[in-house]
C-alpha cells in the first residue's frame, strides 16, 4: 500500500473511534522486529475483545449490547487522543500543512495514549472490587485484559500521577454494576482498536 493510502486509511480509523463506528475492524497479525508497542496493543485489542464476547455471554439477560447500551467515553474532555494521533501529513492549519514536529507530535499522541490506559484501568479495577461482592458470582473482570493494560503502560513508559482508586461506603448496585461494565467495555474495545491501529503506523513509519 503506498504512503498515501496508509495515511488515509490510519486518519479515517481514528476519526472512526471518534464517531464509535470502528468496533468490528479486524486485528492485525504481528510480525517478527515490529515496534514494541505494537505487540502489545495487539494483545490488547484481542483481551479486551475476548472480555467483551465473554460479558455478552454471561450478561445474556442485561442490555449487554452495542445496541442496547448508552455509549460514555470516560476519557472525554480528560484526553485528546482522536487529535493528537491524526498523523502529521493529515494535519492541516488553513490551507498549509502545521508545522509541529513529528517527534512532538508522537510523544503527546503516546501520552495521551497513556492517560486513556490509566483512567479505564482504575475504572475496571472499581469495578471488578464491586463485582468481587457479588453473592452470585456471576461474572468478574479477566485478569489477562488487566495484565495486558499494565504491559502496554509499562512499554509507553509515562510518568504521570497515580489516580487513586474509587471506593463508596454506599451498597454497590450490582445490577447498575454490570451495564456499566458492558458500557465500559463497548467504549474500550473501540479505543483499543485506535490505539492498535496507531501503533502500526508508527510501527510502518
Known amino acids: 500500500m503506498c504512503p498515501a493510502r496508509s495515511l488515509l486509511l490510519v486518519a479515517t480509523l481514528v476519526l472512526l ?3 464509535s463506528l470502528a468496533r468490528n475492524l479486524p486485528v492485525a497479525t504481528p510480525d517478527p522486529g515490529m515496534f514494541p508497542c505494537l505487540h502489545h496493543s495487539q494483545n490488547l485489542l484481542r483481551a479486551v475483545s475476548n472480555m467483551l464476547q465473554k460479558a455478552r455471554q454471561t450478561l445474556e439477560f442485561y442490555p ?3 445496541e442496547e447500551i448508552d455509549h460514555e467515553d470516560i476519557t472525554k474532555d480528560k484526553t485528546s487522543t482522536v487529535e493528537a494521533c491524526l498523523p502529521l501529513e493529515l ?3 488553513g490551507s498549509c500543512l502545521a508545522s509541529r514536529k513529528t517527534s512532538f507530535m508522537m510523544a503527546l499522541c503516546l501520552s495521551s495514549i497513556y492517560e ?3 483512567m479505564y484501568q482504575v475504572e475496571f479495577k472499581t469495578m471488578n ?3 468481587l461482592m457479588d ?7 479477566d485478569q489477562n485484559m488487566l495484565a495486558v493494560i499494565d504491559e502496554l503502560m509499562q512499554a509507553l513508559n509515562f510518568n504521570s500521577e497515580t489516580v ?3 471506593s463508596s461506603l454506599e451498597e454497590p448496585d450490582f445490577y447498575k454494576t454490570k451495564i456499566k461494565l458492558c458500557i465500559l467495555l ?3 474495545r473501540i479505543r483499543a482498536v485506535t490505539i492498535d491501529r496507531v501503533m502500526s503506523y508508527l510501527n510502518a513509519s
Request: hydrophobic share 30%; net charge positive.
Open 17 to 19: 473511534d471518534h464517531l
Open 64 to 66: 449487554c449490547t452495542s
Open 91 to 93: 494535519t492541516k492549519n
Open 116 to 118: 486513556d490506559l490509566k
Open 129 to 131: 472490587a464491586k463485582l
Open 135 to 141: 453473592p452470585k458470582r456471576q461474572i468478574f473482570l
Open 164 to 166: 487513586p482508586q474509587k
Open 186 to 188: 463497548h467504549a474500550f
